[in-house]
């Protein structure tokens, strides 16, 4: 799944209903000109991560890589007289570590469930900052979860703003702006993912990409 902004001609009217539904008239709030320049900045964060981090080859691309480049590096290996290929040789060398990487990257891939892929946790994790720099607290995913197994029950599908209005912030933001529609549950989970103690990925990927933009 690839994550897109909505176009800023469809988004025009949206910040004003956000900002004012979730934050509360006459309460601490992004303006709607700095709410849009974040948007601004997930964008670009997501331009560069689709570009230059998410893209990861396919099993059998990796595997036949690996012999491909194995088999050149041996060869080289074997020549008696290879030191004018002494760079081919270190870089072929190193170009193992990054197969490696690569091939470590195909399995968290197949094992992330997709609600929680780095992106959307990027994206949700800058969506708690701001609700946290004028709200002094970290959204929660807490919700009345006794109608849980009726999947079209309200109290599943749409967080009550009364009772978390941080945890409404971000699932209107993400439903609004992204078009990612996540129920209760959903949310709750990749809420809760952003403060398990191992879980920086997507705060390095998204470090990465941010920096390579002022390349």
């Not at 799944?1 to 209903?17: C, F, G, I, S």
């Not at 893209?55 to 074997?78: F, M, S």
Request: aromatic share 10%; net charge neutral.
């Amino acid at each position: 799944m690839t994550v897109e902004l909505l176009p800023r001609t469809l988004r025009k009217d949206k910040a004003h209903l956000i900002v004012v539904c979730c934050f509360g008239e006459n309460e601490p709030a992004p303006s709607e000109e700095m709410f849009e320049a974040m948007l601004e900045a997930i964008d670009k964060f997501l331009n560069v991560f689709y570009k230059y981090l998410a893209p990861v080859p396919g099993k059998k691309e990796i595997i036949k890589i690996k012999k491909q480049t194995d088999k050149l590096l041996k060869t080289l290996q074997d020549l008696d007289h290879n030191k004018q290929y002494e760079g081919l040789i270190k870089r072929l060398t190193l170009s193992a570590v990054d197969t490696g990487n690569l091939w470590e990257r195909r399995k968290d891939i197949r094992k992330q469930p997709t609600i929680l892929a780095p992106e959307i946790q990027a994206i949700a994790n800058k969506l708690s900052e701001v609700w946290y720099e004028y709200k002094k607290e970290w959204p929660t995913g807490t919700y009345d979860n006794r109608f849980e197994h009726d999947n079209n029950h309200p109290a599943n599908r749409i967080f009550d703003w009364a009772s978390n209005p941080g945890a409404y912030f971000i699932q209107a933001t993400l439903r609004e702006y992204f078009g990612i529609n996540y129920n209760n549950k959903q949310i709750k989970d990749l809420i809760q993912s952003l403060y398990l103690p191992n879980n920086d990925t997507f705060k390095s990927m998204r470090e990465e990409a941010l920096e390579s933009l002022d390349e």
